[in-house]
């Protein structure tokens, strides 16, 4: 996985994308957004639903990675066994 300590922010985050990509606005923290791209836990896209509307530019969007997904399992397993 990865050595990066997550804050409680980036893990809600991580955890939102499980319900599938966010799109890519300007109240998303780069600062929060850009560790978790180096660390391949999320990638960012082209939005194909706005990329089909062809008189705007291509949107983006945040999705999580299989190592994004990994990464929270593994949080997940080590919050449970400290309950």
Do not use: Y
Not at 15 to 29: I, Q, S
Not at 33 to 54: Q, T
């Amino acid at each position: 996985m990865t050595d990066m300590e997550l804050t409680d922010e980036q893990v809600a985050f991580l955890a939102d994308l499980r319900n599938g990509a966010c799109p890519a606005v300007a109240a998303l923290d780069a600062s929060m957004i850009g560790p978790l791209i180096r660390a391949n836990l999320v990638r960012w896209d082209d939005d194909p639903a706005e990329s089909a509307k062809r008189q705007h530019p291509p949107g983006t969007a945040f999705t999580l990675t299989d190592l994004g997904e990994q990464c929270l399992v593994e949080l997940e397993t080590g919050r449970q066994s400290t309950e």
